[in-house]
């Protein structure tokens, strides 16, 4: 451990609420893929803020266009009509097949929009006292009481019950459990395309398209969280793009301004009945600084093709992992994921692996104790992900497990 970490560890002791699992690295400084500690040591990101970072670290543009906004205006509050605002919300809303757009500052906050959105909707549009939400187990949706409770991990809710009704979880991917769990109380289904925190696991199509019908048929909200999955990650602009489905909300954050706190909740403009002035709110959501910087997000995702791309390296990465897991028989039990949005399961617990990736310079995530996974900037290359991969593969050839 160098110096500069010891003292950041010791002042942070002192001044922090301990709710992070910090790992042994402090960043200085950042760039493209690179990351950069007090000592000017690189390190290759292939987590990119846990997702956030799609376009990569400072891109000139957003730099640009943001000292631009920041000098002319930065926050007025959502009393006011924003056109900064309105052209996020178009050029959000042309990417998928749905009508309106509520901005807010996290993806917690865009699903607990949603989750309100759901309820009001039920009952004061449609009558019906529905208000229940089912997700899947495994899922990740927030950390927020409500969040949480519809997060299908036990882990999270520790301590913090008694938690807020009017939620179930059902087993991943099984639709006889779910279709078992829609009752007259349902007001929608929330899930993840692609579970990120339950270890990248995507859903198949034909359960989502299980799902889609089961919920046009009872009347139900089908409700998507793209936070992690959305804005190109997983090589189309909206991971629920892959299958034929059509959500009526959609929820996004993480990579929408690219490392700055924001996110949407998209709905049909049925769903959207829900709301009405004073029926939900917040201070900063949509603001001006941050919405032109979204928007420039949007622009350069679409212009150079940044959903492609990522669908491109997706593969050739898992090819790269494929051919280890040939040649190294139980280290790697399963590659899988869809686009730039990569798990590598391995055979035994990964927190020794994934210590020697980062003391050979990768930064990474280990989810479910054994699933590395990549999170890496869409704008990453061939070379780097070949370089992941040679290191990955010495340090499984000399692991013991």
Not at 136 to 144: C, D, I, K, N, Y
Not at 263 to 273: K, N, R
Not at 295 to 309: A, G, M, Q, T, Y
Request: hydrophobic share 45%.
């Amino acid at each position: 451990m160098t110096s500069s970490l010891a003292l950041l560890q010791e002042r942070e002791q002192r001044v922090l609420c301990r709710t992070y699992g910090r790992y042994p690295l402090a960043v200085a400084a950042a760039s493209g893929c690179n990351l950069v500690d007090p000592d000017g040591r690189e390190y290759l990101d292939l987590l990119a803020g846990i997702a956030v970072c799609n376009l990569g670290h400072s891109p000139p543009e957003l730099l640009e266009v943001l000292r631009e906004q920041a000098e002319r205006l930065i926050h007025v509050s959502n009393l006011f009509y924003q056109e900064e605002q309105l052209v996020l919300a178009e050029k959000l809303l042309a990417t998928c097949g749905l009508a309106k757009a509520f901005f807010c500052n996290s993806g917690a906050e865009a699903n607990e929009a949603a989750i309100k959105l759901a309820r009001r909707y039920m009952r004061k549009v449609k009558g019906r006292e529905a208000y229940e939400v089912i997700s899947l187990a495994g899922s990740f949706h927030g950390r927020t009481l409500a969040t949480l409770t519809a997060t299908g991990q036990e882990k999270v809710k520790d301590g913090f019950e008694p938690l807020p009704e009017g939620f179930q979880t059902v087993p991943f991917g099984d639709f006889s459990a779910l279709e078992r769990a829609v009752s007259a109380k349902t007001a929608a289904v929330l899930l993840e395309v692609i579970q990120g925190e339950g270890g990248v696991r995507p859903l198949a199509d034909a359960y989502l398209s299980a799902v889609q019908d089961l919920c046009r048929d009872r009347g139900v909200l089908l409700m998507v969280d793209e936070v992690q999955t959305g804005m190109g990650r997983s090589g189309t602009f909206w991971a629920y793009q892959h299958s034929a489905l059509q959500p009526d909300v959609l929820t996004t954050s993480k990579a929408l301004a690219n490392g700055l706190p924001m996110g949407a909740m998209l709905c049909s403009g049925e769903a959207a009945l829900g709301f009405e002035p004073g029926s939900h709110a917040t201070t900063f959501g949509g603001g001006p600084l941050l919405s032109v910087v979204a928007s420039r997000v949007i622009d350069i995702l679409l212009r150079d093709d940044l959903p492609r791309r990522a669908s491109v390296l997706g593969e050739f990465a898992q090819g790269l992992f494929r051919d280890l897991q040939s040649a190294l028989p139980g280290k790697i039990t399963d590659v899988r994921g869809r686009g730039l949005m990569l798990g590598i399961e391995l055979g035994f617990p990964g927190q020794e692996v994934w210590w020697k990736l980062l003391e050979a310079g990768f930064v990474l995530n280990l989810t479910q104790d054994r699933v590395l996974r990549l999170l890496p900037p869409l704008v990453i290359t061939e070379a780097d992900l070949r370089r992941f991969s040679s290191a990955l593969g010495e340090i499984l050839e000399s692991s013991p497990s």
